[in-house]
């Protein structure tokens, strides 16, 4: 029996990294999955590889989510799991960001994340119930050189779980986070972010010194999405290796 089983997922940003992660580890632990990416050539690939269905789904877009709910409902007859993974992160430091700039991780991370849950309540209440897990970071705890537009998309992430927990438990409806450390994706990697960190000694730095894999996630969100969770709601969940150590959390 999988954790999963019965349960129609629309994971976000599922094209790549983490997301397709997420995508794979679902299938495998019995879920209907649904994902949407703005990659739709990584996208298609990965549900011809995999049997998840693909849709082309912007999450700053109201209307694509509307494509992407409406897209899970038809096929699967029901929504009751939402990943809210899509995420952009733009290195820049204050003095040399724009203002569109900030605007534009902002929309994607944050006001992305506020119209996912926005979109899913209906259809979860119809199904009587319904798990959405929405993935912040370790820079949703603390600053980082650079980052402050992505930390505060990351802080965001963490006040409208909790909004959205009080909010939606009347539906029977959990709302988590979810606060990776260093993981092994093209994000980490980001060109202009590598320049300016020591790797070496940002590895050194680590309590397990090494990156995850993007699938030692996936098993935490897919908990938090199957009813073994079903007292958690509201909560934050920190996938960091002990990164976090030391720092007050
Ligand atoms: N890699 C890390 O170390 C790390 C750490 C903490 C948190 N995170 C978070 O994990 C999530 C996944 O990141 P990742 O590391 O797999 O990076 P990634 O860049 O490989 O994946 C992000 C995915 O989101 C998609 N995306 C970007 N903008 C989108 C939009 N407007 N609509 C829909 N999809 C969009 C991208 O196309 C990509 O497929 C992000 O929210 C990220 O902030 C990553």
Redesign the pocket.
């Known amino acids: 029996m999988g954790l999963l089983d019965g349960k129609v997922a629309l994971i976000?940003?599922?094209?790549?990294?983490?997301?397709?992660a997420h995508v794979r580890l679902f299938l495998e632990e019995g879920a209907q999955v649904v994902f949407?990416?703005?990659?739709d050539e990584?996208g298609k690939a990965l549900a011809e590889e995999s049997g998840a269905t693909y849709v082309h789904?912007?999450?700053?877009s109201l209307q694509?989510w509307g494509r992407a709910v409406t897209t899970a409902t038809e096929l699967h007859g029901k929504l009751d799991v939402l990943v809210n993974?899509?995420?952009?992160?733009k290195f820049r430091r204050i003095l040399d960001m724009s203002p569109e700039d900030f605007d534009r991780v902002i929309d994607?991370?944050l006001k992305?994340t506020w119209l996912g849950i926005k979109s899913v309540i209906e259809p979860m209440k119809a199904a009587g119930r319904g798990a959405i897990v929405n993935?912040?970071?370790?820079?949703g705890f603390i600053g980082a050189e650079g980052l402050s537009a992505?930390s505060a998309s990351?802080f965001g992430i963490r006040g409208v779980t909790k909004s959205a927990a009080r909010e939606l438990a009347r539906f029977k409806i959990r709302v988590n986070s979810v606060?990776?450390?260093?993981?092994?994706?093209?994000?980490?990697m980001d060109p202009e972010m590598m320049q300016e960190v020591d790797a070496d000694t940002f590895v050194k730095s680590m309590v397990i010194k090494r990156?995850a894999k993007?699938v030692e996630?996936s098993h935490v969100v897919a908990f938090l999405a199957s009813d073994r969770t079903s007292y958690c709601t509201g909560s934050e969940f920190t996938i960091d290796g002990g990164l976090l150590t030391g720092a007050g959390y």
């Open positions: 976000t940003g599922g094209a790549r990294g983490m997301g397709a949407g990416d703005v990659l990584e789904h912007d999450v700053t694509d993974n899509a995420g952009i992160l994607v991370n992305g993935i912040s970071s370790i820079e992505y990351k606060h990776p450390g260093a993981i092994s994706t093209s994000m980490a990156f993007p996630v």
